[in-house]
Every structure is written in C-alpha cells, then in structure tokens.
C-alpha cells in the first residue's frame, strides 16, 4: 500500500515539474529535458503489463495535453513502456535477479542504471522529436536536438536517482 | 471456448498494447493533418485556463524587465516626438545646392533620460525627492524633472551616482507657466502642505479664467521644454490686492505614488542663460 501511495506521489510532482518547469527550460536554446521519464524508469517491474502500459500511455498523453502535441508522448512513453522489460531482462543477463527487482542505486550498479536510463531516454526522446518535426528536412539538426535533451535527462535522471535513492548497501 | 477465454486472458496486454498504439497513431495523425481543430481545442479546454493562470503568474516576475523597456522606449518617442531643434546650416555645402535642406545640421535642444525615486517627503513644508541617478550618468544641475503625468520639479544638487530635486512642493520651486487657452503666462508656487494644490501666480483679475483649464510649461525658464503639463485649473479666486487672480490648481504629477521620473536638459541652457545675465533686470 505504501509502495502504492509512494509511486503515486512520484507521479504527481513529477509531472507537475515536467508541465510547469521542465518544459520551459531551454538550455542552448532547445535541450529540454524529459523529467517526467523518471517517474516511467521506477516503475516495479512487478506490475502487470497491462497496468504499465496504461499508466506509460495516459502520463504521455497529459504532457500531451499540456504541450499541444496530442499523440507525441503517448506514442513515445507507450513504446518506452514495451521496451522496458526487454532491456531490464537483457541488461540483467547473466545475474541473479532474485528479491525485489528496482532500478535504484544499491540495488543496481552504475553501469546498470546508466545503460538503462541511456537506452530508454535516447529511445523516448528520438521518437518524441521525430514525430514532433515529423519530416527529414535538417536531419543533423534533429539529432543533434536529440542528442542534447538525451544527455540533458540522463544527467537529471542519475543526478535525482543518487540523491533521493542513496545506495545504503552495496552487493 | 475457455481456451479462448484463456488465451485472451493470458494475452491481454498485448491486445492493451495494440489498442493504445492505435489510438495515439490516430491521435497522431489528426494533429499532424492540421486540418482538424477539434483535438486541440479539447486539450486547449483542459490545459488553457491553468497554463493562463501559470502564464500569467510567470509574467510578474519579468514585469520589472518589461517596465525598464518600456521606460527606454518612451525615452525614444519622447525624443522622436519633440521637435525642437536649433537649425544651423553647413555653409561649406551651400555653394552646392542651396535648397536642399540636407545640407544643414539640426541639433537637439532638449536630451531625455530617466531615473527611480529612492526618497522623497511629500507632506513637509520644504519637500525633496532623492533620484537614484547622478553626475555620472550626465544628470547635472538645473535639469527638469517630470513624471509620466505632469511636471515634477528641478534638479538642484548632483553628487557623482545621487542628485535632489527640488519639487513644485517648496517654496522656493517657481515654474514659468502658461493657461492653456488664451496663453497667458504666470508662476506656479506652492504655498500650502497639500501635496495635490499648487497656485498660479501673475495673471491678471480682467482674464476669463474657466476651472479645468490646463496650466503647462512656457518654455521660458529655458529649463522645461513648452507645453508640458503642470495640472488643471481647480478653483478661481479674486484675491484681496485688485489686480491678480488667485487660482488654485490640481497639480497633475501625484506625488504619492512618484516612482519613476524623466529627465530633460536643455543643451544650450548656459549659453542662453550666458545672454541672459547681460541684460540687469533690477
């Protein structure tokens, strides 16, 4: 129940941050970064599939709702979504993945979260400013766009994962 | 049958994943087309009223920002606006053409720029009014001062980044002015300790004097510039000496809420003022 209410909450500021802060950060003029994803990334793997995509699809479609772009983020987080467990499985390949399977610090290593925060981010935010643009004219530039707002979330996502999640146990 | 249910069970959130898909693609693609409003005016409908609220919040912290461009431009339409220049004619160009009128150089006679009020009294019997701008920012001595609305007073002492301005709120502040329709010229001087009364002096008891008249700047003092509002003419009294009317008027700078104030300096004031001394009045 508390897992509950804690993921809920993380939902709420999370978001409120992405619509009212985040969205209007233009570093060098286009890095926006995606905050929101972080709420997406800590997702328990435990869900069920179906609940993980809803949640993925309906987080997307109210920063849609709020960015003018209906149909961008949705699509994008939905695909985040349905990639996850893949990428969780792959990257665990060759471990033990017994207990309670989070991507947090103390749990996983820094290699870890970080292939797993790239992949997903690089992922969300290559169809994100595809679909936005949605045509192939100035594709250097579209990459580059995608490149920064990739490096700009990933730094936010590990910075706000090691602060507020702080490896108390290393395995 | 139950091996279907089963099957649809165990699979149902593939079926989820596929129904998503499909309706953020048609979300997509009506977004895209541009030619159907509707989806966007729905999310508009949702979103508008808090991001207008936030939009709205977010522009009071630029409003200081703002203020300062503004200030700045009504500095560049003051400039554009008046028109007094002294007209000199380049007479090494006039063997050339001796019409055209490109050939001779007009200067400025009055240069504008602003200040903040850090201090002021307003309801003493010799009031003044601190300006956050001094010597170094070219403020000198004997500079106009004006608010957006009206006349304020004179710059009377600069130091090197302060300077005090003597407001029509002293007695010693006399400002050559003039009734808006008939033209006749007279004093303004404040004698009371009502911040929003002043009295105009010298005009003689034949005048037709009508309440809400406009008293503005002659021009004479060679320090404001002719025609800038000074306040209205409130009340007309004949006075006990025969031959000047008393008038009372509503001055048009409010004094309370002074925060911001123009500067104007005449640019050939000491040249003038040069001419002046030569002439023994007394």
């Not at chain 1, 936005?132 to 004219?137: A, I, L, P, R």
């Not at chain 2, 720029?113 to 003044?128: L, P």
Request: charged residues 15%; hydrophobic residues 45%.
């Amino acid at each position: 129940m508390n897992n509950v209410f804690s993921n809920i909450l993380r939902f709420l500021i999370v978001v409120l941050l992405q619509i009212f802060v985040c969205s209007h950060i233009n570093l060098f003029g286009f890095a926006t970064p995606a905050l929101y994803l972080f709420a997406l990334l800590l997702l328990p793997f435990e869900l069920p599939l179906s609940a993980q995509y809803l949640i993925g699809f309906l987080t997307g479609f109210v920063i849609d709702l709020f960015a003018h772009t209906l149909g961008v983020n949705s699509f994008a987080c939905l695909v985040l979504m349905f990639v996850r467990p893949y990428l969780a499985k792959a990257l665990n390949r060759g471990k033990s993945t017994e207990g309670v399977e989070r991507p947090i610090p103390g749990v996983k290593d820094f290699k870890w979260l970080f292939a797993y925060t790239l992949t997903l981010s690089a992922l969300h935010q290559f169809l994100v400013i595809m679909l936005e643009t949605s045509s192939f004219v100035n594709f250097g530039h579209t990459m580059l766009v995608v490149l920064c707002n990739t490096v700009f979330t990933v730094f936010l996502l590990l910075c706000i994962l090691y602060i507020f999640y702080p490896a108390q146990r290393k395995y | 049958m139950s091996n279907l249910i089963e099957f649809f069970k165990n699979n149902f959130h593939y079926f989820l994943l596929a129904v998503l898909l499909v309706l953020s693609i048609l979300m997509l693609g009506k977004s895209m087309s541009y030619s159907s409003y509707k989806l966007a005016r729905i999310s508009q409908g949702i979103t508008g009223p808090i991001q207008k609220n936030w939009s709205e919040m977010m522009h009071k912290f630029s409003l200081g920002q703002e203020n300062e461009d503004l200030v700045q431009q009504n500095i560049a339409l003051m400039r554009e606006h008046d028109n007094m220049f002294i007209v000199k004619e380049d007479t090494t160009l006039t063997m050339m053409s001796e019409t055209d009128s490109l050939h001779t150089q007009r200067t400025r006679l009055y240069d504008y720029s602003y200040a903040h009020v850090i201090f002021k009294t307003i309801d003493q019997a010799y009031n003044y009014i601190i300006i956050d701008k001094g010597s170094k920012d070219g403020i000198g001595k004997d500079m106009a001062v004006t608010s957006p609305s009206g006349v304020v007073g004179v710059v009377s002492d600069v130091s090197d980044h302060f300077a005090a301005v003597i407001p029509i709120l002293h007695p010693d502040s006399r400002i050559s002015a003039v009734v808006s329709p008939i033209n006749q010229v007279g004093t303004v001087v404040w004698e009371g300790t009502d911040p929003r009364v002043a009295f105009l002096e010298n005009i003689p008891q034949h005048l037709e004097i009508n309440i809400g008249d406009s008293v503005l700047t002659s021009g004479f003092s060679n320090i404001f510039p002719k025609g800038l509002l000074i306040g209205t003419v409130k009340e007309v009294m004949v006075g006990n000496n025969a031959s000047f009317l008393t008038i009372k008027i509503r001055l048009a700078t409010n004094f309370n809420q002074l925060s911001l104030v123009y500067l104007i300096e005449n640019q050939y004031k000491k040249e003038i003022d040069s001419l002046k001394t030569g002439f023994k009045t007394e």
